[in-house]
């Protein structure tokens, strides 16, 4: 059977990789991908089913060699593999032109072992076998982590989910409240936040694997009540490590890691989404009382968090020259006090303001999402990230802390996949309809396979991505698009399953409807990251 999958997806790739040649060629290596936007999207989005079906394929390859097989994992392979090859092999059917390869080529997905493959694979009675079987352990997750830490990890995030965070899930979602301090407190004793951040600046040190297992674990309890909490110190975190000053890191990564400085992100502004290098938001040089600094003005949409945060890494453009584009912005770390209510105002005794709307939505409730007034705000030169060498260089700071907010958004979507998985697990088995459990209902079991078998390889892709995460910098944004996408499918599926008890606000199978949708959406819009960072990269790179 992995013989098959390893067969499936390197035939798979081998067209994939063709065929990014070919449009290489066509896009002047990727920078001319809005003359072919409709190719390209679909070029980076065949890549990342790929590369999932690929490392879910070397997972089971790794437990074999380890004396761990794990069959269940190795029908996911199998069916992921087969479902991802029929993708390829359908695109360059229908849009053979844009795919400009030989026939030779195409031939490869054409044989009758990969014919054989993607019947076997997709076969019906195999996927509901795979239902069937998940059904027994109503969906629940424990695979081999393959990392004693991460294990250990693991155990704790899910015991500190269930424990704290589930029984507060829903009253948090419903009425829309702020994710209580005492909750905040035992997350940080925790050491979430320092997860990542190195021992020497006061974190845990364990990597970027356990990371996002934490944020998976506390995502199935609840995306906006815990699963989010450690994205934006995470995103700074790295802005700082990658160009702080030593001063910086000293002063600010230990408070990040124990909880004292909450961090919440302004970039986006209320006319300027995923164009980030259009930022209209004005920092220019000035001095208070002798001490040199920046007065800020402008405005910001979709600040998470910043209510209750008492710093914001905000994204300014330091260079008037707005020609310049990426090239004028700089992150500052603006301080402010913390607030939990839907509007605030914060006056500085310098005599800048911001001020804060909460702007209403249907899901990821728990933190809110603020629009920004930014008025004559003073922030001291020593908060600029980088300081003298950090001018004008925040838009490529900030881009490395979204690398990491794109991976732990794969983690996070994941974790929503999963909580929705186990609960129409847990519905059907216990629902009876026309005399017989939902569960043993033939197409049930096929859709509950089906999920199975695209969490695990977002999973993998996801994890894949944290273990190489500062190697292979296109990976986060894969594991992003496909698990995020993989989250609002499954919970959709699995809200369906619920029937008319699956839109009531009663049932946490809505809110993790409704908290999927969010996904495809913050960290990069699903457009942009296929457009403007996998398929650029992939094109590039094949050039």
Not at 141 to 151: G, K, M, T
Not at 205 to 224: N, R, Y
Not at 237 to 248: I, P
Request: charged share 20%; aromatic share 6%; hydrophobic share 45%.
């Amino acid at each position: 059977m992995m013989t098959t999958a390893r067969t499936l997806v390197d035939a798979a790739q081998g067209v994939v990789d063709a065929a990014l040649r070919a449009h290489a060629a066509v896009s002047d290596g990727g920078n001319d991908v809005d003359s072919h936007q409709v190719h390209t999207e679909r070029l980076a989005y065949l890549a990342t089913q790929v590369r999932a079906a690929h490392e879910l394929v070397a997972y089971t390859e790794r437990l074999a060699a380890a004396g761990k097989p794990d069959a269940v994992i190795e029908e996911c392979a199998l069916i992921y593999a087969a479902e991802a090859t029929h993708a390829v092999r359908s695109a360059v059917e229908v849009a053979w032109a844009d795919f400009a390869i030989d026939q030779a080529t195409a031939d490869a997905l054409h044989t009758g072992d990969i014919r054989e493959g993607v019947r076997s694979g997709l076969d019906h009675a195999r996927v509901e076998a795979l239902g069937r079987t998940v059904l027994t352990s109503l969906g629940q997750n424990h695979i081999e982590l393959e990392d004693e830490v991460a294990r250990l990890t693991r155990d704790a995030a899910r015991e500190f989910a269930r424990n704290e965070v589930v029984p507060r899930a829903q009253q948090i979602h419903r009425e829309d409240l702020m994710i209580p301090d005492d909750l905040i407190e035992k997350f940080a004793a925790q050491g979430f936040f320092g997860s990542s951040i190195p021992e020497e600046y006061g974190g845990t040190g364990m990597g970027d694997l356990p990371m996002i297992i934490i944020t998976e674990e506390l995502s199935a309890a609840s995306l906006g009540a815990a699963g989010s909490l450690a994205t934006r110190p995470e995103i700074l975190s790295k802005a700082l490590l990658a160009g702080g000053t030593d001063e910086q890191k000293a002063e600010w990564l230990p408070r990040i890691a124990a909880g004292e400085t909450l961090v919440a992100i302004a970039v986006t502004e209320p006319d300027v989404g995923s164009d980030v290098a259009s930022l209209q938001t004005r920092a220019e040089p000035a001095d208070y009382e002798g001490r040199r600094g920046w007065r800020l003005n402008g405005n910001k949409a979709w600040s998470t968090f910043s209510g209750r945060a008492n710093v914001l890494a905000l994204l300014a453009r330091t260079d008037p020259d707005s020609t310049r584009g990426n090239r004028g912005l700089s992150l500052f770390i603006v301080p402010k006090d913390s607030y939990t209510g839907h509007q605030w105002r914060y006056q500085q005794p310098e005599g800048g303001v911001i001020s804060g709307t909460a702007n209403p939505t249907p899901g990821y409730r728990g933190m809110h999402s603020f629009t920004l007034a930014i008025e004559d705000f003073f922030v001291p030169h020593e908060n600029l990230v980088g300081g003298d060498a950090g001018v004008n260089q925040g838009f490529f700071l900030q881009m490395g802390g979204f690398a990491a907010g794109r991976l732990q958004t794969g983690g996070r979507a994941c974790g929503v996949a999963q909580a929705a998985l186990e609960k129409a697990c847990q519905y059907v088995s216990q629902r009876t309809q026309f005399g017989q459990p939902i569960a043993e209902y033939q197409l049930t079991q096929h859709r509950i396979g089906m999920m199975v078998a695209r969490i695990a390889a977002a999973r993998q892709l996801t994890y894949a991505s944290a273990r190489a995460f500062n190697t292979r910098a296109v990976e986060p944004a894969m594991a992003k698009l496909l698990a995020c996408d993989v989250a609002v499918e499954v919970t959709q599926s699995a809200q369906q399953l619920h029937g008319g008890w699956g839109y009531s606000e009663e049932d946490p199978i809505s809110r993790y409807a409704v908290d999927a949708l969010v996904l495809p959406i913050f960290e990069g819009v699903k457009p942009i990251l296929e457009l403007r960072v996998i398929g650029r990269a992939l094109l590039a790179a094949a050039r």
